[in-house]
């Protein structure tokens, strides 16, 4: 019994080590409807080179999951409408497409949530008496495999199913979906989950015929003479996001529910369409809607109603999906191309450390807060070498000596590399001690580069893109992450040797 307890407590602590709660943050969802899809390992080296930490997979690919073990990045998966009908008539089922698709990556993949099915009871509502019984029984296979406490269940909703959704305090959900909203949102109250909205105020603009102005759907500063009123609490609303997500608080309070958190699964700008039908899908658009949404959601800002309450909010989508059916926007919703080339620039100055799919020169290398000294220390031996940095100004007597920390001085070397090699994906990633930011870390006479990288260089050629430390060739290896946890496991068991002594 005290050999299992222990090997119990390793896994806790395990699983502790990469399920830590998180404040405000922005993840993207991973659609797949393209001609040519990335491999999951080139996906998960852009998602590590944008310091992307939380992502949201339409279904539960092995192959996806593989790629994603050991990065410490954050996984909603989810359950595809078209296996809602067996799953939602069978425990057995339910049990083992939790077995084979969470408990058998879980923890080596930080596996947070099962998404159940997207927009059931707006897209396919004949499937809807399917939902609950979904949710109970993979509650149930959770509860089986000791994983509840790590995984929530939820299920993704549109934001159409709210009524009457302006001003919010007025908003309800539509009463013919009661008998299946309203036992779900007391199974989210029960087991501590989040409502999953998905919020597109893009959508709510074009289809309003003038009446919401495009400054309030894209987060642009309003006067206060323009700001949207509540009559009935006198909140003010300065953006369509807030309105939505306050509208779905008003309309759980209407059923007597007020303590279930809401999770935004869905928004974005397109930044394509068609020029005559949409005009507004454009990169400009589409740039300051999400660069927006970003600083919104980071700095805790939080609603009218519950400010400083952290949004979870997921951007649709990492990729174009040019195979997507309908209008010419609806291939056009990416940060990314399918090669991994952004589609446009997001502008997130102040910010800091996130997201930085900025390929002109206002993003910078830096290591990550943190870092293992040794690790830095190798990288930065890395980087001044193999790497062809010219590290001389890291000198003593030189601009950039001062502080003489190995951390300002890796700083320097990723970041001339990192402009060295034009800010390409996979190069600010240095085995997992840097990452990208919008923060210039020039200080005195030391002025970082972001301009001309290339003459940071040494040499005429540059260093090869995958920049592992152990100077080997493929890609860089999360040594960060998995050492950390190994830690961890090293730790756990020297106690349980000690105890049993």
Not at 202 to 214: A, E, F, H, K, Q
Not at 338 to 354: D, E
Not at 370 to 388: E, F, I, N, V
Not at 412 to 428: I, V
């Amino acid at each position: 019994m005290r050999k299992l307890f222990f090997v119990s407590f390793v896994f806790l602590l395990a699983a502790a080590a990469v399920h830590g709660e998180d404040g405000a943050y922005i993840g993207v969802n991973i659609g797949t409807a393209m001609s040519s899809v990335p491999a999951p390992t080139q996906i998960t080296t852009l998602l590590r080179s944008q310091n992307i930490r939380h992502v949201r997979l339409y279904d539960a690919d092995p192959a996806m999951l593989a790629a994603l073990s050991n990065t410490g990045i954050h996984v909603i998966v989810s359950v595809p409408n078209e296996q809602l009908l067996a799953i939602g008539n069978s425990n057995a089922t339910a049990a083992n497409w939790v077995s084979r698709n969470v408990a058998a990556h879980f923890p080596s993949v930080n596996i947070t949530a099962i998404a159940v099915g997207s927009e059931v009871l707006s897209a396919q509502p004949n499937a809807a008496s399917l939902l609950m019984p979904a949710m109970r029984y993979l509650q149930n296979a959770l509860v089986a495999a000791a994983l509840d406490r790590y995984i929530k269940i939820s299920t993704p909703h549109s934001s159409s199913i709210i009524l009457d959704s302006f001003p919010p305090s007025q908003a309800f959900f539509n009463r013919s979906l009661d008998s299946v909203l309203v036992p779900m949102l007391k199974f989210l109250q029960s087991t501590g989950s989040p409502l999953m909205l998905n919020v597109y105020p893009y959508y709510d603009y074009m289809r309003s015929n003038g009446v919401i102005p495009l400054d309030y759907a894209l987060f642009r500063p309003l006067p206060p003479n323009k700001e949207a009123v509540d009559a009935n609490t006198l909140l003010h609303y300065t953006n369509v996001f807030d309105a939505v997500v306050d509208a779905a608080y008003f309309a759980m309070a209407y059923v007597n529910v007020t303590n279930v958190p809401v999770m935004v699964t869905e928004t974005g700008w397109p930044h394509k369409g068609d020029p005559s039908s949409e005009p507004d899908a454009t990169s400009d658009n589409a740039d300051t809607y999400n660069s927006n949404l970003i600083r919104h959601v980071m700095n805790s800002t939080g609603t009218p109603k519950h400010p400083g309450v952290d949004v979870p909010t997921y951007i649709y989508e990492l990729y174009d999906e040019d195979t997507r059916p309908g209008s010419t926007s609806e291939k056009y919703w990416g940060l990314f191309d399918m090669n991994g080339v952004p589609a446009y620039t997001l502008h997130l100055t102040g910010s800091g450390v996130l997201l930085a799919n900025d390929t002109t020169n206002q993003t910078y290398c830096v290591a990550r807060e943190g870092a293992d000294p040794k690790m830095l220390q190798a990288a930065l031996d890395w980087a001044c070498g193999p790497g062809k940095v010219d590290c001389s100004v890291l000198m003593q007597g030189q601009p950039c000596y001062d502080p003489d920390t190995v951390e300002a001085h890796a700083t320097y070397a990723f970041n001339a590399y990192y402009h060295g090699m034009g800010m390409g994906s996979g190069t600010c990633y240095f085995s997992g001690v840097a990452v990208v930011t919008t923060t210039d870390p020039s200080h005195g006479s030391c002025v970082y580069s972001g301009k001309n990288g290339t003459s940071l260089m040494n040499g005429t050629s540059l260093a090869p893109s995958m920049n592992s430390t152990d100077g080997g060739s493929g890609a860089p290896r999360a040594f960060g992450d998995v050492s950390s946890l190994a830690r961890i496991v090293s730790t756990a068991l020297l106690l349980s040797v000690l105890l049993l002594l």
